[in-house]
Structure formats: structure tokens, C-alpha cells
């Protein structure tokens, strides 16, 4: 077989894995990157060369930085200013739903919601407010703000994407594209939640509800640790902002920060090693991998051409962008927004750069497309537990989800087909 043969055989067998969900992603990955070097369409040195990606150095560092702050006092500070917003289940949903939308960039979604959901059930309880009308809601929008910033995971997705248009030699993406077409979409979506959208949730569960125990938020760290846990948050986030600027580069000040949280105690090497999503790392190293050899052998350009026959040639930013949307968001509903974003990222970036589109909007737009998994217990992990911890059917999920899904859609796809160039 040619080397472009070779190359699109690969990923139509990663797409099918993905799809299918038998196997690991990473495994998947890796069995790309062996393929590719035994076949000799990478050196081997090459192939394997991309799991030490600086783009991937910069994600296991922010996921290191964020185990530090996970180990602070943070949540419980928020925790304790809850009621002053009030004692109103309208008060109650808008202090929780701000503190998740904070905490969501610092950590996933579902760890927020495993801490927040025991003191939701204890402030409702001082409250004489029924759980089963803030739970959904507030990991609702949880789950619509998680990573938004560049900063944590949305500095992880960030980099990956990053990395694959550098593969690709495509125009590089800026710190804050991520959230320009996600971040309108997100505030309405908050602000209907407190405002009305929690009235849809049931006054009581319905069914029986799985109620947690209350769990420790203290601070496991000394005073001084704390402080300086804060600190090098602080200065990696702003470093990583301004780092075009300084010419330092974000991978650097990533990684020098995760090594303060080592040197000064404030993580040890087991909690460091854990902190970092290897499997993720794996797979992406195996997508890159992929990516150069459909860049280097032309499949990139076949597979590209293919997909704008299917899409009727046309180069309207509408049609592109709305299908780009829509079929990642159905799939997302019923599989792993992982494995979705890992299949389409790159076949918009082939298809965006045959038809002469920046694929930076398109790239936003996906990446909304996988926040907004909410609807069906399989579309994230938090959707079963608040299901069971909460008692709702998944009736209930769609009364509350659909309004949010439908403001993110038009929000995301106007936003991200508007504020960007579209043609090169």
C-alpha cells in the first residue's frame, strides 16, 4: 500500500474506534503511532516524537497546577458565602450556578458537582428549599461553562487544538478564540437559569434519591502553602495569557509552575503523577501523529476534497458551520465529547483548508458542540449522578436542558460565523 493509502486506512480505523467506544482512545492512539512507523509513512523518531508535543507538556503541567488548587480551601470559601445571596430557591440557584461556573475552569465538571451536591443538599435543607430545583440547574450550567477560559482544561483544549493546526500548518489560534464564541452563550444560559429555567426542575424527585454525605472542603494545606498555591495559579494563568507578549513560552511557565507545587510540598509525586491525564496525553500524541502523516503524504487534501463533495462544494459559512454543530452535538448527546471532538477536529481543519475557511470558528464552534452534552446519561458522567443523586428521570433532564441547548446553539453558531474571519 502507498503511504496515502496507508494514511487514510489509519484514520478510518481511529474514527471507527472512537465511534464504537471498544477500546481505550489512548490505545487507539498508540496502535496509530506503531502503524505509522512500522509502515514507514513517519520515522519512527517522528512518530512517537509527538507524545513530547510542548502543546502536551503545557496540558499535564495546568492539570498539575489545578490538583494544587484542589487541595486548598477554595470551594469552601465559596461554600460559606452561598447565603448571602439569600435563602430563595432563586437565590440558592444563582449562588451555586456562579460558584460551579467559576470553579468549572479550574477542574471537571463532575468533581465540582461531587463537592458542591452534599452542601446543596445541606443548604436547601437550612433553607426549607426543596435540592430537586437547584441540583439539575446548577450542573447544567456547570457542564455549559466548564473549561471556557484558557486556563486548566480550557488551557489544555486550547493547546490540543493549537497543536493540530500547527500540524496542519494552519493559522495559529489565539489564547481567547475559545471563548469569544462560547462565553455570550454561556452568560444567557446563567442568567435564564436563575431567572426562570429552574422552575422547570420537579419540586420533588422523581424518584428515589440517592442523598450523599457531606464531605470535607478544609484546606489540606498550610497556611503558607495555601497562599502560595494562589500564587502560582495566579502567575501561570497570567503568564500564560501575556506569554506572547514576553516572549516566554506557555508550555514553559506551565510546567515551571506545576514544579514550585512539587518543590514546596504542596503536591507530592504520587498526587503529581496521578494529576496528569496520561491516557488523554496518549491519545492526543497519536491524533498529532496522524495529522502530520495526512499533511506530508496528501491524504489530508483527498480527504478534505471528499468531504466538500459531500457538502456540495459550497463555502457558505452557515451551512459549514451548522453542520460542523450539529452533528457533533447529536453525537455528543449518546457517546464520550472526547472521542466526538477527537473525529471532527481534524476533518474540519482538512475540509476548512481546502475550501479556503479559517477553521479557527468552526474549531470554536465544535468545541461548544461538546459542552453542551447534558441531555442523555450518556453525553458526560455527571448527568447519571445527578440523576441518581438528585431523582430525576430523564424527562426531567430535557425539560431543564433543552431552553440552555438551543440559546448555546444559536448563541455559539452566530457568535463564532460572525466575530471571526471566515475566508483566507
Not at 502543546?55 to 465559596?78: D, P
Not at 495526512?294 to 459550497?314: D, F, H, P, R, Y
Not at 450539529?326 to 483548508?353: A, E, R, Y
Not at 447534558?374 to 436542558?401: E, Q, W
Request: aromatic letters at 8%.
Amino acid at each position: 500500500m502507498s503511504p496515502l493509502a496507508i494514511t487514510i486506512a489509519v484514520l478510518i480505523f481511529m474514527i471507527i474506534a472512537f465511534l464504537s467506544g471498544k477500546m481505550a482512545y489512548s490505545l487507539v492512539s498508540f496502535i496509530a503511532i506503531l502503524v505509522l512507523g512500522f509502515t514507514g509513512v513517519l520515522k519512527p523518531s517522528e512518530s512517537f516524537g509527538y507524545l513530547a508535543n510542548t502543546n502536551l507538556i503545557l496540558m499535564g503541567s495546568m492539570m498539575v497546577v489545578s490538583a494544587g488548587i484542589g487541595k486548598t480551601g477554595l470551594l469552601r470559601m465559596f461554600a460559606d458565602g452561598i447565603k448571602r445571596f439569600g435563602v430563595t430557591e432563586r437565590a440558592l440557584v444563582t449562588g451555586f450556578c456562579i460558584i460551579i461556573a467559576i470553579m468549572s475552569q479550574i477542574t471537571q465538571s463532575v468533581v465540582v458537582y461531587l463537592l458542591l451536591c452534599p452542601i446543596i443538599y445541606q443548604t436547601c435543607k437550612e433553607c426549607d428549599v426543596s435540592p430537586t430545583r437547584v441540583l439539575l440547574p446548577v450542573q447544567i450550567v456547570g457542564l455549559i461553562f466548564v473549561g471556557m477560559l484558557p486556563i486548566s482544561n480550557g488551557g489544555a483544549a486550547w493547546a490540543r487544538y493549537q497543536a493540530l493546526l500547527e500540524t496542519y500548518e494552519c493559522n495559529t489560534m489565539g489564547v481567547w478564540d475559545l471563548v469569544i464564541g462560547r462565553l455570550p452563550g454561556a452568560i444567557l444560559v446563567l442568567i435564564y437559569m436563575c431567572i426562570w429555567g429552574y422552575k422547570l426542575a420537579p419540586h420533588t424527585p422523581s424518584v428515589v434519591p440517592d442523598i450523599p454525605e457531606m464531605q470535607s472542603l478544609d484546606s489540606k494545606l498550610k497556611p503558607w502553602q495555601e497562599k502560595l498555591t494562589y500564587i502560582v495559579f495566579a502567575v501561570v494563568g497570567i503568564g500564560m495569557i501575556t506569554s506572547e507578549y514576553t516572549g516566554v513560552e506557555s508550555y514553559m511557565i506551565a510546567a515551571a509552575g506545576a514544579a514550585s507545587l512539587m518543590l514546596f510540598g504542596i503536591l507530592n509525586e504520587k498526587e503529581t503523577i496521578k494529576a496528569i491525564p496520561w491516557g488523554t496525553l496518549f491519545m492526543i500524541g497519536g491524533a498529532l501523529a496522524v495529522a502530520a502523516a495526512l499533511s506530508q503524504t496528501g491524504a489530508g487534501e483527498v480527504v478534505g476534497n471528499k468531504i466538500m463533495a459531500l457538502l456540495g462544494g459550497t463555502r457558505n459559512k452557515y451551512i459549514v458551520g451548522i453542520i460542523f454543530f450539529m452533528v457533533p452535538l447529536i453525537l455528543t448527546q449518546f457517546m464520550s465529547n472526547t472521542g466526538v471532538d477527537n473525529i471532527f477536529s481534524p476533518l474540519v481543519i482538512m475540509t476548512c483548508k481546502q475550501a479556503g475557511l479559517n477553521p479557527i470558528p468552526f474549531l470554536s464552534s465544535l468545541r461548544v458542540a461538546g459542552a453542551t452534552a447534558f441531555l442523555t446519561p450518556m453525553a458526560a458522567s455527571s448527568i447519571p449522578m445527578v440523576m441518581r443523586t438528585g431523582g430525576y428521570t430523564i424527562k426531567d433532564i430535557a425539560k431543564v436542558a433543552a431552553v440552555p441547548m438551543v440559546i448555546v446553539t444559536i448563541s455559539s453558531l452566530l457568535c463564532n460565523l460572525n466575530m471571526f474571519q471566515i475566508f483566507i
